[in-house]
């Protein structure tokens, strides 16, 4: 297993959190009004997502590896395709933002998946990555709860 290929989908890994987190934050005063009982569960995943990128920088600085830390172009673009939109939608923005979130959980635990199905990672990055997809997946559950919720 080469280092530099782990290292590699690590930060890819890295960045795609950091989409995250960029992501969650433009939520933030947006659906509360609406919907503040899922303020607590919101709140917890953005703290997930903190931790996530701090283990995911701890691993690569450990693989002697430098952290691109910092949100993807892709990322960017896709916030920013949000935003125009919202400036469109028909519904409320809130119910949008939010099957936007669900959405972007649905790219980031693919992306996982590829990186643990890519053969790239050593055991202890394979093992950390799969925990990060089960807490993904758990995330992703919860938000698609919350898009049923506000359904009703």
């Known amino acids: 297993m080469e280092t530099e ?17 960029a992501g969650f934050e433009k939520v933030e005063g947006k659906v509360w009004e609406k919907y503040p009982e899922i303020k607590d569960e919101y709140d917890r995943m953005i703290s997930q997502s903190k931790m996530m990128k701090n283990e995911l920088i701890n691993l690569i600085t450990e693989k ?10 892709a990322g960017s673009l896709h916030r920013t395709w949000i935003d125009i939109k919202n400036s469109f939608t028909i519904g409320t923005i809130e119910e949008s933002t939010l099957s936007n979130v669900v959405f972007g ?26 925990e990060q997809l089960n807490s993904l997946k758990l995330s ?3 938000f698609r709860k919350i898009e049923e919720y506000k359904n009703n």
Do not use: W
């Open 64 to 73: 002697n590896g430098t952290p691109h830390d910092s949100p993807s172009v």
């Open 140 to 142: 992703y559950n919860q």
């Open 105 to 130: 959980e649905k790219a980031a635990m693919e992306a996982y998946q590829n990186a643990l199905n890519s053969g790239d990672l050593c055991p202890k990055s394979f093992d950390l990555v799969t």
């Open 5 to 21: 290929k782990t290292v590699s989908v690590l930060n890819d890994l890295l960045q795609i959190t950091n989409d995250r987190i």
